[in-house]
T-cell receptor, first 114, second 116 residues
Framework: DAKTTQPPSMDCAEGRAANLPCNHSTISGNEYVYWYRQIHSQGPQYIIHGLKNNETNEMASLIITEDRKSSTLILPHATLRDTAVYYCIVKRSWGVDSNYQLIWGAGTKLIIKP | EAGVAQSPRYKIIEKRQSVAFWCNPISGHATLYWYQQILGQGPKLLIQFQNNGVVDDSQLPKDRFSAERLKGVDSTLKIQPAKLEDSAVYLC??????????????FGQGTRLTVV
C-alpha cells in the first residue's frame, strides 16, 4: 500500500492561502489521493479527492503533480475554524466498489493564526 | 441528512472490564467501518462491513475485540476484557456503496474510551 508523508505541523495567517504538502512517491496508477481533516474532538471530515487531475470544490483545491508522487491541498482563504489536523490518504481499493479502504498517516496539524 | 450517530460519547472503565460501543450509520449506507484512534495518531481500521457481512477484520484483535452488524444497519463493537492500551477514540464511519466509485466516508464524533 502506498504511504504518505506530511509535515507534522504548519502555521498560516488568517485570510491567507494555506498550502499543505503531501508526498506519496509509491502511489500506484489506480490509487486515489484523499484529504480529510479532523477538528479537535470531532470525527474526520471529507475535504476532496483526486486521481491525476487537479480538483476544486467549495472547501479546497487539490493539486497533483504530473508524476503523481506528491500533491498539495490549498485552502484559499484560511479562517480560524480551519485549525485542524489534515490527513493526506491514499485509497486502497480492489475489485468492486465495496472493497475500499483509506490508509491513514499521522497528518499535519494546521494552526491558523489571527 | 442525519449524520453517523455514536454512543456513548465518553466511557471510563477499569482494566479487565467489558465495554460496548454503538453506531448508527447514515440511512442507506451499506459500508460501515470501525476505527481506533490513539492520541496523536491517525485512525487505524479495525473492521469493515458491507451490509451485514465482514469485508476485512484483519486488524481486529479477535482475542478481545468483536463487532457485529446483524441487520446490516446498526453496529456494535465490544471489548472484553479491556487493557490499558485500548484507551483511544473509537470512530464509526459509513459510506454509500451503490456502484459509484469514490464516494466519501462520513464519520461519527467517536467514543473516547479511557481504561484505568
Amino acid at each position: 500500500d502506498a504511504k504518505t508523508t506530511q509535515p507534522p505541523s504548519m502555521d498560516c495567517a488568517e485570510g491567507r492561502a494555506a498550502n499543505l504538502p503531501c508526498n506519496h512517491s509509491t502511489i500506484s496508477g489506480n490509487e486515489y489521493v484523499y484529504w480529510y481533516r479532523q477538528i479537535h474532538s470531532q470525527g474526520p471530515q471529507y475535504i476532496i479527492h483526486g486521481l491525476k487531475n487537479n480538483e476544486t470544490n467549495e472547501m479546497a483545491s487539490l493539486i497533483i503533480t504530473e508524476d503523481r508522487k506528491s500533491s498539495t491541498l490549498i485552502l484559499p482563504h484560511a479562517t480560524l475554524r480551519d485549525t485542524a489536523v489534515y490527513y493526506c490518504i491514499v485509497k486502497r481499493s480492489w475489485g468492486v466498489d465495496s472493497n475500499y479502504q483509506l490508509i491513514w498517516g499521522a497528518g499535519t496539524k494546521l494552526i491558523i493564526k489571527p | 441528512e442525519a449524520g453517523v450517530a455514536q454512543s456513548p460519547r465518553y466511557k471510563i472503565i477499569e482494566k479487565r472490564q467489558s465495554v460496548a460501543f454503538w453506531c448508527n450509520p447514515i440511512s442507506g449506507h451499506a459500508t460501515l467501518y470501525w476505527y481506533q484512534q490513539i492520541l496523536g495518531q491517525g485512525p487505524k481500521l479495525l473492521i469493515q462491513f458491507q451490509n451485514n457481512g465482514v469485508v476485512d477484520d484483519s486488524q481486529l484483535p479477535k482475542d478481545r475485540f468483536s463487532a457485529e452488524r446483524l441487520k446490516g444497519v446498526d453496529s456494535t463493537l465490544k471489548i472484553q476484557p479491556a487493557k490499558l492500551e485500548d484507551s483511544a477514540v473509537y470512530l464509526c464511519a459509513s459510506r454509500r456503496s451503490d456502484g459509484k466509485m469514490n464516494t466519501e466516508a462520513f464519520f461519527g464524533q467517536g467514543t473516547r474510551l479511557t481504561v484505568v
